[in-house]
């Protein structure tokens, strides 16, 4: 491509993205890498986000630009946030933060079954790809309870209670506390609770897209009843129908903490 037809062809796209808004310029950047080198430049995010916001224009909007690194990136964080979504941005947390307390008691009897507090970095990953959030805790001897399970009947009475606590401060999250109605048994070994989690963005009160899941997973002791053997956590999206990311969960938890 000649120079002239080069320049003519980049201003031509300069007024033309100058008439988008920010997801399409976002979505033409990606089109090829003349459409990305114009898409890109900083006065058309400017323009914007002046248009959008605008307190930006003023000492102390440039500041909060120079804070987020550009009117690009600045648009992109403003634009997450008011969808109550955090894109790819690493939190602040991390999995050696937290503390885990867990409970499960025979409701009836308040009897306890088995109880165990593990921090993040001690728990086992379920699934091969180890950045998914469901953990698997392998009980010791100790951590088992009185309570006997002696068979499934006895198992629909147990009560779930899993707390999430960041070391060294004052902050605790009930993730669950839970009651088995009956419902949720997974074979003759398994049990499953599940309670659905408050959604931290506010953009939709009353209505939660995640849930948080315990399996009880049971043994047999020599005198012939049940023992808790290893307990699964995990959170969900229900609208994908899979399980969290640890940055996913670690930026939810950021927010329940708030």
């Known amino acids: 491509m000649a120079m002239n037809d080069r320049t003519e062809g980049w201003h031509m796209l300069l007024q033309v993205f100058g008439m988008l808004d920010g997801k399409s310029l976002a979505t033409a950047a990606s089109v090829s890498r003349l459409w990305s080198q114009v898409a890109t430049q900083e006065d058309l995010w400017k323009d914007l986000c002046l248009a959008k916001w605008p307190s930006l224009d003023s000492q102390a909007g440039v500041s909060v630009v120079n804070e987020a690194g550009s009117y690009r990136q600045l648009y992109v964080l403003r634009y997450q946030a008011q969808r109550g979504c955090f894109g790819h941005v690493k939190p602040w947390l991390s999995m050696d933060d937290l503390i885990f307390l867990v409970d499960v008691t025979a409701a009836a009897a308040e009897e306890v079954a088995c109880s165990f507090i593990r921090r993040g970095g001690e728990l086992c990953p379920v699934f091969v790809c ?7 805790a392998v009980l010791r001897e100790e951590e088992h309870g009185k309570a006997a399970v002696g068979g499934l009947g006895e198992m629909k009475g147990l ?37 659905c989690l408050p959604d931290h963005s506010g953009c939709a009160p009353g209505f939660s897209q995640h849930i948080a899941e315990v399996d009880l997973r049971f043994g047999v002791r020599e005198d012939g009843n049940l023992v808790t053997a290893e307990v699964c956590l995990g959170i969900m999206n229900t609208l994908t129908w899979r399980y969290f990311s640890q940055d996913e969960a670690l930026r939810y938890l950021q927010h329940a903490f708030l």
Do not use: P
Request: charged share 20%.
């Open 130 to 136: 180890d950045d998914m959030f469901r953990f698997l």
């Open 159 to 195: 009560k779930v209670s899993w707390a999430v606590m960041v070391k060294g401060s004052q902050r605790v999250f009930q993730v669950m506390n839970s009651k088995n109605a009956g419902h949720a048994m997974m074979g003759n070994a398994c049990i499953s609770f599940s309670e």
